[in-house]
Every structure is written in C-alpha cells, then in structure tokens.
C-alpha cells in the first residue's frame, strides 16, 4: 500500500527522492570536472546493493545489459536510482518497486531516447522479473535509445 501521507503534495517517497536528487547534485558540484566514470558508478552500484531483493538483483542485471550494449552511457544515479546518461542527459533508469512501494519495478526512457517508432511508442516498462527473452529486448532498446 502507498503512503499517502503528503507534504506539500509530495509522499514520504517523493519527498524522499527529492532529497536524492539534492544529494547527489551537492556531490556531483563537489567533485567538480576531475570525477571519474569509475567514481561515479561506484555511487551507483552503492544504491544498487542498498535495494532489497527482488529489485537489487534485477537492477544488477539491468546495470550489466545497459553497459554491454551502450557503452558510451553514463552510468549515474538519477533522484536515488539507478541511470544512464548521454551527454550528461538521463537516456533510462531503473525505478526499483521498493521506492514508490509499487507492485512492480520499471525500466524508463527519458524523451532524449532515441526510441520514436511513428506517433506513438512505449517509454517505460514494468518489471517483475527478468527472461532471457526480456534481457534480449532490453537490449535491443537500450542499444536503440542510446544511438
């Protein structure tokens, strides 16, 4: 069940990301024009083993098939979760279901994704798990998005 206890509009989740996304700007203007990729992912990967289970092990694979396929994308984390960047803009993420106390995680698209298929195209994906079937077309999206 969703806390819907709000402030200013926002749940205890949002709020809770907004913090995030604060911190990791107040760290990213710190660490100024020297930080490193590595650095970088390792903050990733540090929000990536914080997740419970089934979330942590999806989003290690999501990590896994993002930097095999595209990887000339940023890994970063984007409002506490995990995100991949091109040119310093967010391309996908992976919005884990233990953040939103959702019933299923998400694989993302931002509009600079180069995923335009006619008038109208999926940007997000529910998640409950991952086939191989599923590792494949996650691929082949990111490998899309990315180009």
């Not at 911190?23 to 710190?30: G, I, M, Q, T, Y």
């Not at 992912?41 to 993002?66: G, N, Q, S, T, W």
């Not at 998400?106 to 191989?132: C, K, Q, V």
Request: proline letters at 5%; glycine letters at 6%.
């Amino acid at each position: 069940m969703k806390d819907t206890k709000a402030s200013a509009g926002f749940t205890t989740e949002e709020q809770a990301a907004l913090k995030e996304a604060v911190k990791e700007r107040k760290a990213a203007s710190r660490r100024g024009a020297g930080t490193t990729r590595a650095g970088v992912e390792a903050d990733l990967l540090a929000k990536i083993a914080e997740m419970p289970e089934p979330d942590r092990a999806m989003a290690e694979r999501i990590h896994a098939l993002v930097m095999s396929s595209a990887p000339a994308l940023e890994p970063r984390t984007w409002y506490g979760m995990p995100a991949y960047a091109k040119d310093g803009k967010v391309i996908c993420f992976f919005k884990p279901a233990s953040k939103f106390k959702e019933r299923y995680a998400t694989l993302g698209f931002e509009s600079r994704a180069n995923l335009d298929d006619g008038t109208m195209w999926p940007t997000s994906f529910a998640l409950l798990g991952l086939t191989a079937a599923d590792e494949a077309r996650i691929t082949e999206l990111v490998k899309k998005a990315a180009s």
